[in-house]
C-alpha cells in the first residue's frame, strides 16, 4: 500500500527542457501548417477545402505559433510556469497538458486559453 502525496507537482519538480522542446516541436509543426495552408490557399480549388474552412485553420495556426512563441519567450525570461494573473505556480499537469498555459486553473476560468 503506498501513501498518496498530496502535493502539488510544479514546474521545478521536472526540467523545463522536456516542456521546452514540446513547444519547440510545436511551433516548428504550426509553422509548417500555416505554410501548407497558405500554399492550398492560392491553389486552384483550395487544394480541396473552401475558403472559410482555410480561414479557420489559419487563424488556429497563427494563434499557436503566438502562444507558443510567448511561451518560449517567457522561458528565456525565467517567469514560465508562473500564473501570468495571480503569479501562483501553474501545476505541472496543466503545463503537460498545455505548455503555452498562460494562467492558472482557477485564474483560466476567465481567460482564453
Ligand atoms: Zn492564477
Do not use: W
Not at 3 to 29: G, N, S, W, Y
Not at 42 to 57: C, V
Not at 70 to 94: F, K, N, V, W
Request: aromatic share 4%.
Amino acid at each position: 500500500m503506498t501513501i498518496a502525496a498530496h502535493k502539488t507537482e510544479t514546474i521545478a519538480d521536472e526540467p523545463q527542457e522536456l516542456l521546452r522542446r514540446m513547444l519547440e516541436e510545436k511551433f516548428v509543426a504550426q509553422t509548417n501548417r500555416l505554410t501548407e495552408l497558405t500554399i492550398r490557399g492560392r491553389l486552384p480549388g483550395h487544394g480541396g477545402y473552401d475558403s472559410h474552412t482555410l480561414d479557420i485553420l489559419s487563424v488556429a495556426a497563427r494563434q499557436a505559433i503566438a502562444d507558443t512563441a510567448h511561451a518560449l519567450r517567457r522561458m528565456s525570461e525565467g517567469t514560465y510556469g508562473l500564473c501570468e494573473d495571480c503569479q501562483r505556480p501553474i501545476p505541472l499537469g496543466r503545463l503537460r497538458a498545455v505548455p503555452h498555459a498562460r494562467y492558472c486553473t482557477r485564474c483560466c476560468r476567465h481567460c482564453p486559453d
